[in-house]
C-alpha cells in the first residue's frame, strides 16, 4: 500500500513535536510538510527549534533540515491528512479550511468536539464512530480525539458500561503540567504545590466522555445516559495524567468480573495490528500503590492504560485509579492511532 | 493562673518538633520534660536534634540544652500533661501509663480515637465531647485529635452539618509528604510523581469525621449517620492537605447560605480568646484557583482552614475544595488548642 | 522625621510584590502611588493581581485599593524616591526620567549598575559608595542594588578582603527559579531538572563584585582588583541562591580567623538601627549539611546571608557555601534597606 | 563463545536493580544466582521486590521467579564472575570471599578502589590498568568502577590529558538523588531544596580521578598528578549527575582543537562492539542551555557522557558542564561495561 502524504499543522507545540516523534520512519505515513505560525515559516525546522525541543535530546533527522510552511492548504500542497495539534484558538478556522480543500483532518484541539457529525475517535472504544463522517458537509472529513483527562478514564469505562452499564461516575484528576502546553504552568506556581483548578477542563471532563462512549444514530452521535461529577487539579508531574474514579453501574458486578472485562479488553487497533496499537490496551497493577506516573506511564510505549487498587466504595459500587500517558495516548498518540485505522481501513483516499 | 507543667512526648519526630515550636513561650505551659526512645535519653536535645530539627532554622533555646528523657511516667516527675506525638506502634502502652498515673494525655496518636469515651477533639467542633472523659476508668484522660486529612474536612462539614444536615461525601486528597512524619517518603518515590495510595488512610477518612461529627449520648460519643467515600493519594507537596469534597446535604442550600455558614463559622476557641485559636476557622478564597498549598498554608498561622471553589455538583449537591495545614492545625497545632482548651475551662488540674 | 512619599515602579511584578510587602507600615516610607505598564493603569491593584499576586495570601491591605498609574513622573506627583522594580528592558529610560524630574531612585535593574558614578550599594558594605552620587548629573541620583546571586556572595567577601586581601574566586550557583520573575522558568523546564545556564548571569557576577567591593575616587568607584569565575545554574527551588565559593585569599588566615571576620561584620544598618536591617549581617551554621534553601531562607526575616561548610580548598585557600533569599536580601529588600540607609543619613530630602 | 555465568549481589539493591535490567538477554552472561541479605534469602526475587523494583514498570522476567541466595560463594556455586552492588558496609568482606574463591568480582563499591593493583576500571579511559589484576594475591580478582559523580568528568578529561596535559581541575557537583540509593534522601529534605554536602563524596571526587586517569608502573597503578578540588551538592534530581568544571590545561589549546579532542574519543568498547559500547563517548551539544539531566540522561542509552557549554574561564583555561547518568553509566551499566572488555578480551576464564 502507498504511504499517504501528511503535514504536521502547529508542528513547534509541545503536541506538534510528539507526532514529528511518532511519525519517524512510519509504515503507513510520510510526513511532507511542517506547519506553523507566521513568524516560524520559511525557516528551517530545527533552526527555530534550537531549545525548544523538549520531548527528546535530538530532533528526528528527517525534520531537522524541513522548512516550515505556514498552516494554510496551499501551503501543503498533495497532503491527503493533516495532523492538527493547533491550539483551539486557532485551529478551528484552519481545520475547516483543510476539510474544505477535501484533506483529512485528524485532530486533536477541541473545536469540533461536540459537532454531532464528527467523532471523539478513540480507536479501541468506538470505531464504529466514523459511520457519522460521512455526513460532513465538507469534502475531507475532520475527526477528534478526546481530551486529554478523559482518555484513559473512557477505556477504562467502556468496558464496564458494555458489560454492566454505567449509572453515573466521580472522576478527579490529578494532572501533569505537559497537559497545558509550552510555556504553560510557571514553575512558580506549582513547584511543591497543587493548583486545584484547570480552566476549562471539568466541562470537558464531565461532557466528553458521554459523547465519546455514545451510540451512532443515523447522522449524528448521541452521547451515553450518564453523570459525571469532575475535580481537576494540576500536580508538578511532567507527563501522566492520574484519576481517582468512583463508579455506579446499572448491573451488580463482582471485582473479578470487572478485573476480567479489564483484561479481555481489546479492539480493531489491536485486531488490524496497527502500528501504534499497543497489545494491552488495559493493564491491570496488582501492587496497592500504582498506577504512579512516574512508574507506568511508558507501558506500551505510553499507549496503554493502566490501572490500579479497584475495590468496593461506599457510596458508588467501586473506585480505582487509572493513569494515562497526556501527550501520547491523550493526545498525538491517539490522533496517530486514529489516523492508522483509517488507513488501514481505506476509509483514508491516498492521492 | 498557674502555667501547666508538661512534657512532649516523642519530642525527636515531626510532630514532636512542631509541639516544642508551638510551646515556645506559651502562656499557660511550661514544657519540663521532652521524652524520646531510650537511644536518645540522657543525651542533650540540641546534639540528638543536630540535622534532624526539620521545621525551621534553629532549635527554641528553651528546648536546646534540656536532656531527653524516657517516655514514662516516672521520668516526667511533676508534669500535668503531656502532649504526644508518639507512632501509633508504642503509643498505645505509654499513653495508658500516663493515664493510668493520673496525667492528661493530649495525643496525635489513632490508637484510642475510635474508643467511644474517647473525643477526637477539633476544639470549634466538638467542644462538648469532653462531657465523655470523666467516664474513662483510669485517673487521668486521653483526648485524641483527629487524623490529619479530615481535620479541614471536618470543619468545614460542621457548618453545613448544622444548617442542612449531611447525607454523603466523597473525599479525595492530595497529601503533604510531611504528614509521613521524618525519613517518611523516599524522594525516589515521590519526585516528579504521585502515589494513589497511602497505608491505613482512607480508612480513617472514612470512619473519623462521623465521629468527630457525632452527639454525646450518655457515657460515650455516637457517630453521625452519613457516608462518606475516599480516594487518598500522595503528592509531592511539603506541607498542606489539599482535600477536593462532594457533598450531599439534607436539605437544600444556596452557594451564598454556605459561605455565609463557614463565614459565620466560630467556636469556643474564639469566644475564649485561647493563644492558638485562628481569628478566622475558615477563610473562603474567592479566587478561581485557590486553595493552594504554598500560598494559603499558613493563614492564621497555620491554623486556620481555607476553602475555595464552592460549586454545583452534577451527582452530589455541592462541590469544593479544602485546605488545612497537615502538621499544625492537622496535629501538633490542633493538640495544643485542645489542651488550651480543657486548661481554660478548667478541665485540666493545675498541681 | 516626616515619612518620605513614594512610589513602586513594576509593582505587578515579582520584585514590585516585595516592594509592596515589604513596605506596609513603613516607619520611614508611604507608598503613595504604584505604577505599571499602560495595560494596567487605571485600574484596581487587587483586580489587577487576581490571582498574580504570589509572595503570599494576601495583598496588603494599603495596596489593594489603590490605582495603578503609568510609570512616568507627572503621573507620579510629590513623590521623593521611587523603588524601581522595572525590567530592564524598559527601566534605562523611566528611570532617567525620575532622575531627571528630581526624583531618588533606587532601583533593582542593572541598566545603571556600571556606570562610575552610580553606586551598587550593598548597605553593610560600601555605605562610603553614595559619596559618588552628587557627580551624577540629574538633580535625582540613582542607586542600584547588585544582582541577586552576588548579594550574598559580596558579603561574604568583604570581611575577607578587609582582614586578608582578595586573590581570586570560583563562584558556582544554584539559583532559585524566582529570580527569572514570573510567569519565568517553564515548569517543563526544570522539574526534576537543572540548567547549566542562565543568559547574562555569569557575565554579572563575574564583573559586579569588584565594583561592589570597590573604593570611590574622586567622582567614581574604581573596582577591586581581582579575578572571578563563574558557573551559574538553575535548580528546582522557588527562592534562595545558593553558591559554592572557592576563594584564594592574598594574606594567610586560619578557619578561625575567617570565622571571627564573619561573625564581627556588622555594618551602618546595624549601627543606625534600620528598620530591615538583619541583628545578624552573616550567620554561619556548624551543621554539615548547611545553609539550605529550604531551611535558612528566612534567617533575619529573609535579610541575614548565612554561610557554612568553611574548609580548606586544595587549589584555593578556602571553600564554602553562602546562601541568601534572592528576592529579598538579593532585590527589593536590599534595595529597601539602601532607601532607610540615605533617609536616615539625610541623603534623601524629603518634600 | 560460551557464556559466562555470573551473579549479581545486591540484587535488591538500586545499582542491583539495574544490572538484573541490563543483563536481560546479554549476549555474554547469564544471571544464574541473585544474592542479597539474608533476610531476603529463600523467597522469590518478584516477592520480595514488590513495591520495590523502582527502575521500570516490570522485573524482567528471568529474574521474577529466582530464589534469592545468600552474598557467599558457597550459595553461587559455578559462577564465572559477579557483579557486585552491595554497600560498602558489607562489600569489602564479600568481595574478598569471591575472590578468595577464584571468582572474577565486578564491584561498584569503593572498598578496593584505592589498592594499587586494584583498576578503576573505565572501559574507554584505561584498559591498559587490568594489567595489574595479575599481581592481586587472590585466584579471583577485583575490578571496581569508579564513584558515580567522577565518571563522567574522568571521560572529559582523558582527551584533554592526552592531549594537552592537566594541571587542576574545580569540580563542582549537582547530584541526582537515586546516588544515595533506596530509600536514600527523605522528601522532606530536598523537596524544592539543595543540600551543598554528601558525606564522603567530596573525598573521592578529590582523589578517585587521579587514579583512573593515572599510569600502570610495573605490579601497580600510579596515579597523574593534578590537583582537584571539589564542591558536592545534592539536587532534587532523579537520575543524572550534573557537573561544572573549570580545568587548567599545561599546553594552550583552542576551543576547536578541545573540541575535537572529545569528538574523536573512542576506545575499545567501540573498536571491540561491546554489547553496552555506545556509539559516541561523548556528545558535544551547541545549545547554549545543554546539557541537563532531564533531557540528555538517556543518550546512547545512558552510556554516553555529554557535554556542553565549553568557553574561557578567566581563572583556570576552560570551563564546561559535563552530564552522566549516575545509575547507568556510573555505576551499573559502566560495571558490565568492565564485564564485556575482559569477556572479550578473554581475561575472565569462563568454566
Known sequence: MKKAKVAVLGATGSVGQRFIELLENHEFFEVTHLGASEKSSGRKYSEVMNSRWKVSADIPGYAKNMEIVNCSPEFTPGVDLVF????????GEIEMKYAQ??????????????SPDVPILSAEVNPE?????????????????????????TISLKPLMDHFGLDSAVIVSMQAISGAGYPGVPTMDILGNVIPFISGEEDKVETEPQKCLGKVS????????????????RV???????????????????????????????????????PLAPEKVIQYREERDRPQPRIDLNAGKGMTTTIGRLRPDPIFDYKYTVLSHNT????????????ELIYKKGILEVK
Open 84 to 91: 492538527s495539534g493547533l491550539d483551539s484558538d486557532v485551529a
Open 101 to 114: 480543500a477535501g484533506v483529512m483532518v485528524i485532530s486533536n484541539a477541541k473545536n469540533y468536539r461536540m
Open 129 to 153: 464512530h466514523l459511520d457519522v463522517i460521512q455526513f460532513q458537509k465538507t469534502p475531507g472529513k475532520i475527526i477528534t480525539n478526546s481530551n486529554c483527562t478523559i482518555m484513559g478514564v
Open 218 to 233: 443515523g447522522d449524528k452521535i448521541e452521547s451515553a445516559d450518564f453523570k459525571i461529577s469532575a475535580h481537576c487539579n
Open 236 to 274: 508538578p508531574v511532567l507527563d501522566g495524567h492520574t484519576v481517582n474514579v468512583s463508579v455506579k453501574l446499572k448491573k451488580k458486578a463482582t471485582e473479578s468480573e470487572i478485573r476480567k472485562a479489564w483484561e479481555d479488553f481489546s479492539g480493531e487497533p489491536q485486531r488490524l495490528k496497527l
Open 328 to 339: 501520547v495516548r491523550g493526545a498525538a498518540g491517539a490522533a496517530v492511532l486514529n489516523a
